[in-house]
């Protein structure tokens, strides 16, 4: 299987049992539609799209998790360089492939783990009922069940948004734009097509994330956005907590 493909199959769902996934280098920019195209057009004839995006690319919704003191939203907010996330993602709210997922921050690097799920498990999850997990097969859902235990894990937010991906074997680099970024409201069933929405990027706005394990070929260093642009690092998950602070506490009444 080439780099690529196999950063594509995990990415949707796939995971590694014969070799333990590496560290990552990621960066995050804050790009606008033009900017967006620019780039697809000098990144076409060098990056390959990802053989999952059937009609160039797919939507994500993932499901965050957060302790009692909303850990990761805070350590994420104050520049903690050490962090963690829980979540649980899916792809066109289906549930063919479903995957508990922690994602690793150290500075820079990240570095994810994966643990299939049913759609039982899953809902069992969403209702706080995670018995299940302890007599998980999977080293992660065992290590998420002490989580849940010890510091009172539940779902905290949606996140929902199309990505295409771009995919590149030197370097196993891949580059993808998430485009119509938002917070899924009304309740946290994953798996419900038509919960509504909250915006929370400005129009035009969408998040460029390129990773890549070994090196980042310099071609490619000269089509990412010039210094002039806005490199930044954005999450998904704290711009959705802070658009849907409202239905948590009453601060917003400050604003």
Same mark, same amino acid.
């Given at each position: 299987?080439?780099?690529?493909?196999?950063?594509?199959?995990?990415?949707?769902?796939?995971t590694d049992s014969g070799k333990k996934e590496q560290f990552r280098h990621e960066w995050k920019y804050l790009i606008n539609t033009a900017e967006k195209e620019l780039i697809r057009l000098r990144l076409k004839h060098f990056l390959t799209l990802d053989p999952h995006a059937a009609g160039g690319g797919y939507m994500i919704r993932s499901l965050y998790f957060d302790d009692y003191w909303n850990s990761a939203l805070e350590e994420k907010s104050g520049g903690i360089l050490m962090r963690k996330k829980y979540?649980?993602?899916?792809?066109?709210?289906?549930?063919?492939?479903?995957?508990?997922?922690?994602?690793?921050?150290?500075?820079?690097?990240?570095?994810?783990?994966?643990?299939?799920?049913?759609?039982?498990?899953?809902?069992? @999850?969403?209702?706080?009922?995670?018995? &299940?997990?302890?007599? *998980?097969? /999977?080293? +992660? !859902?065992? =290590?998420?069940?002490?989580?849940?235990?010890?510091?009172?894990?539940?779902?905290?937010?949606?996140?929902?948004?199309?990505?295409?991906?771009?995919?590149?074997?030197?370097?196993?680099?891949?580059?993808?734009?998430?485009?119509?970024?938002?917070?899924?409201?009304?309740?946290?069933?994953?798996?419900?097509?038509?919960?509504?929405?909250?915006?929370?990027?400005?129009?035009?706005?969408?998040?460029?994330?390129?990773?890549?394990?070994?090196?980042?070929?310099?071609?490619?260093?000269?089509? @990412?956005?010039?210094?002039?642009?806005? &490199?930044?690092?954005? *999450?998904? /998950?704290? +711009? !959705?907590? =802070?658009?849907?602070?409202?239905?948590?506490?009453?601060?917003?009444?400050?604003?």
């Amino acid at each position: 299987m080439k780099n690529s493909e196999k950063t594509a199959w995990l990415d949707s769902g796939g995971t590694d049992s014969g070799k333990k996934e590496q560290f990552r280098h990621e960066w995050k920019y804050l790009i606008n539609t033009a900017e967006k195209e620019l780039i697809r057009l000098r990144l076409k004839h060098f990056l390959t799209l990802d053989p999952h995006a059937a009609g160039g690319g797919y939507m994500i919704r993932s499901l965050y998790f957060d302790d009692y003191w909303n850990s990761a939203l805070e350590e994420k907010s104050g520049g903690i360089l050490m962090r963690k996330k829980y979540r649980i993602r899916i792809y066109n709210c289906s549930d063919k492939s479903i995957k508990l997922e922690r994602k690793r921050k150290f500075g820079s690097y990240i570095y994810k783990e994966d643990a299939p799920l049913t759609r039982e498990e899953t809902m069992k @999850l969403i209702r706080g009922d995670y018995d &299940f997990l302890l007599h *998980s097969p /999977y080293p +992660l !859902c065992r =290590e998420f069940y002490v989580e849940c235990m010890c510091h009172v894990m539940r779902p905290r937010v949606i996140v929902d948004y199309e990505r295409e991906p771009w995919i590149l074997d030197e370097g196993t680099v891949r580059v993808t734009m998430d485009s119509d970024v938002r917070a899924a409201v009304g309740n946290y069933d994953i798996f419900d097509p038509k919960l509504p929405c909250i915006p929370v990027l400005e129009p035009g706005k969408m998040v460029m994330e390129v990773k890549y394990t070994q090196m980042l070929p310099q071609f490619l260093r000269n089509i @990412l956005p010039p210094k002039a642009s806005e &490199f930044t690092a954005v *999450s998904k /998950y704290v +711009l !959705c907590c =802070e658009k849907t602070q409202y239905l948590h506490s009453f601060e917003y009444w400050h604003e």
